[in-house]
């Protein structure tokens, strides 16, 4: 367990609807990273939170957006959802202190089919 | 600059082969290179780390290569097993704008027979 929360586990929608993937981060750790996960593919980068603030962007559509709350968890919104937009969805989050870079904790991710 | 070249993309290999998995970066300022390991339906788990003041770490079967003038990083997997059938990703971080950038390689899907 590596103690990075994500709800739902599974998610079946229409093409159209609007989705919310939430993730609660490690205990202690700041920020927050959203990365997609087609089937057979890499981790694709959408974006980072770091204690409430977005800190990088990677390929995230426009029909997505995502945020930070002061609790530290962190939600993906998905909009306009296309039949493309299946895929694992996952958190991870890190503690982000020091001058050197650390561990990266993934969550079990959220699948989402759009049927 | 900022990518991670992971190579091969898939790999099959007899129970008790040394499966190894290379990777190479471009950004000299990474200071870390973990290694994820992937189950199908599951979220990648981190395997091994190695930074670039040592040119090898080992964790059980487990052994990073490092080589800092070549710019390259390899993953062994000693005295494979079935059960080592997962993908497998490297990655380079370092810090950025007082957090930490990851950039992750493409992944190798590695198979054990039995």
């Known amino acids: 367990d590596s103690g990075v929360t994500q709800t739902p586990k599974h998610l079946i929608t229409a093409t159209g609807q609007r989705v919310t993937l939430r993730c609660s981060p490690r205990?202690?750790?700041?920020?927050v990273y959203w990365y997609q996960q087609s089937l057979d593919q890499g981790l694709q980068f959408l974006i980072q939170y770091y204690n409430g603030e977005e800190r990088a962007k990677g390929n995230i559509l426009e029909r997505f957006s995502a945020q930070q709350f002061p609790d530290l968890h962190s939600e993906l919104n998905l909009s306009s959802l296309e039949l493309g937009d299946s895929a694992l969805y996952f958190c991870?989050?890190?503690?982000?202190?020091?001058?050197?870079?650390?561990?990266?904790?993934f969550g079990e991710g959220s699948r989402l089919t759009v049927l | 600059q900022q990518q991670v070249k992971q190579s091969p993309q898939s790999l099959i290999v007899q129970k008790g082969g040394i499966p190894i998995i290379n990777c190479a970066y471009e950004n000299t300022a990474f200071d870390y290179f973990p290694w994820y390991q992937q189950f199908p339906g599951k979220g990648p788990a981190l395997l091994i780390a190695i930074r670039p003041d040592v040119s090898e770490k080992k964790e059980g079967r487990f052994t990073i290569s490092f080589n800092k003038s070549a710019k390259q990083f390899s993953l062994h997997i000693m005295d494979s097993q079935p059960g080592d059938s997962a993908t497998y990703f490297c990655?380079?971080?370092?810090?950025?704008?007082?957090?930490?950038?990851?950039?992750f390689g493409t992944g190798t899907r590695l198979k054990v027979l039995a």
């Open positions: 205990s202690g750790d700041l920020s």
């Open positions: 990655a380079a971080s370092v810090v950025y704008s007082g957090t930490y950038k990851y950039i």
């Open positions: 991870a989050s890190s503690v982000n202190s020091g001058r050197l870079t650390g561990e990266l904790f």
